[in-house]
Every structure is written in C-alpha cells, then in structure tokens.
C-alpha cells in the first residue's frame, strides 16, 4: 500500500535537513545502515540536456543524431506502465521560486500500480513522453535510473519494477547532498557514459560557475583559472551560465546512449 499522505508531509518537513542527514553516511556504521536501507542496487545516471551537448563525431542524418534526452525516450516507449507525480517532492519541500513544483518524477514499471493515487496519476506514453518535453523546456535536466530510496518513500515493490526519471533544478534537487554523502553512496550518481567537460582557455576566472550552479560542488577557482574535477555528474549547468563560453560538454557518440540504456537495463524491468 502506496503511502499516506500525512508520512509525506512528514518527509517534507525533514527536507531542510537533509544535509545533516547526508553527514552521517560518513560516519562507518551509521552509513553502512543507510547505504542498506535507502541505496542497496543503485545506478543513476544524470543526462546533459540536449541544447548544451556537442557530438564529437559527423552526423550526415538527422535520424542519427544522438540526444541525450533519447534515454529517457526509449524507457519510456518500452516501458507498460507510467506514472507522473503531481508535484517534485525537493521542489514542493523547499518551497521553490525559480522552477516549477507541478512537474515531478516520472516513474515507470510495474511497481507504479502501488503508488497512492493522491500522490500522482496512470497516464499514457505519450502523456509521459509530453510531460518529460516540458520538463526540459522549463530547464530541468533529467536523472534516470534505479533509486531504492523512492520505492522506500513511496513504499511500493519490487524495486526492481521502479525505474526513476526525476527532473531536477540546480537549487532544490536532492543530489546537492553529493559533496556530503559517503564517497559508497556518492559513485552511485553520476554522469552519462561518454560525456567529457572541460575548461578552455576562454577562462577568465570571474567564478559565475562556482555560485550555486554545481551541485555537486565540481568547480573550484585556482590560480584565475575553473578546474573540473572528478565528482562532475556532467549535467551541463556551468555551459550554459559561462559568460566567457569557456567551459565546453561533449558526447563521445551514439555508443554513450547504448551505454546508459546497458547500465540501467539489467537493473529495473519496466515491461
């Protein structure tokens, strides 16, 4: 039975600090614990959104152009069962000015008939496929995978029939707690196959890139210069606030998409 809607008010309360609660994953037992209830068999991936990736390869096609985007695409025409929620639950908790709280998660698979219909509702494939369009117009960037701590909140099973499609901002999403959580926890999330950031040397250090746009706090200023190093999930933020176009996201090729949809495949069955 899908949760009550008290137990997610509750949650929502207990949002603000979920910094703190990110902390103790450091502390060996206690985070061995959480690893166990909350991340046991997880794998997302963050995508870059499609208007910042570069290919690094010749496209004659235009059917053979790759998006990040089609990942998402693709679990969702496989999948039999769909489920938008009526709110972001990191959007609705932290009472969100900058990005819209209506547009949640997208949950695919079979586990979604446990849901509790007051939380969100069964829509079609192509609701699901217009629902993450409009997400990506309104500057979400998109994290796909295996998430044990939804089917946990929502309370609903096999975990292994929950695929999680969340739509995140920069300022609200749940992942800011990556520069906190144990390194265990923290490798579970992480940038799309293939992807590639670097600093050019348009560079100027003014730091746009350091102020609340990374939220896996990837981007450090040294010596007047950006460096990215290896906690970056790839989601392409910093590309688009550069005032210099000095940082520069590209995808290796299509393989990068074969590559995520392999990884995420043997983990959850959305059919």
């Known amino acids: ?25 450091k502390v060996p037992i206690i985070g061995k614990i959480i690893d166990h209830m909350l991340f046991e068999g997880d794998n997302l ?6 208007q910042v990736i570069e290919i690094n390869q010749s496209i004659d096609k235009p059917s053979e152009t790759v998006l990040p985007s089609q990942v998402v695409e693709y679990f969702i025409k496989k999948a039999k069962y769909h489920w938008i929620m009526n709110f972001c639950i990191c959007r609705d908790s932290s009472k969100c000015e ?42 979400l960037v998109h994290v796909i995978g295996r998430n044990k701590l939804d089917a946990v909140w929502l309370n609903v099973s096999p975990g292994n029939k929950l695929l999680t499609i969340c739509n995140c901002c920069p300022c609200c999403c749940l992942w800011r707690v990556l520069p906190h959580i144990s390194p265990k926890i923290s490798t579970k999330i992480h940038k799309m ?24 706090d990837a981007i450090k200023i040294i010596y007047k210069r950006a460096i990215i190093n290896n906690a ?21 090729d299509k393989e990068s998409l074969i590559k995520s949809i392999g990884e995420i495949s043997p983990l959850v069955d959305v059919t």
């Open 45 to 50: 991936i963050y995508l870059p959104k499609d």
């Open 232 to 252: 970056c999930i790839g989601c392409g933020r910093c590309v688009e606030v550069c005032p210099q176009k000095a940082i520069d996201i590209s995808l290796e």
């Open 193 to 216: 196959p293939g992807v590639k950031v670097k600093v050019s040397e348009r560079c100027v250090g003014c730091e746009t890139c350091t102020k609340g746009i990374c939220i896996a």
């Open 1 to 25: 039975m899908g949760r009550p809607l008290w137990f997610v008010e509750l949650l929502k309360k207990t949002f603000p600090r979920i910094k703190l609660i990110a902390k103790l994953t």
């Open 98 to 139: 900058d990005y819209p709280r209506h547009l949640g998660c997208l949950f695919l698979g079979e586990a979604v008939l446990g849901i509790n219909p007051q939380l969100g509702r069964q829509v079609t494939k192509e609701e699901a496929l217009e629902h993450v369009k409009r997400c990506r117009e309104a500057g």
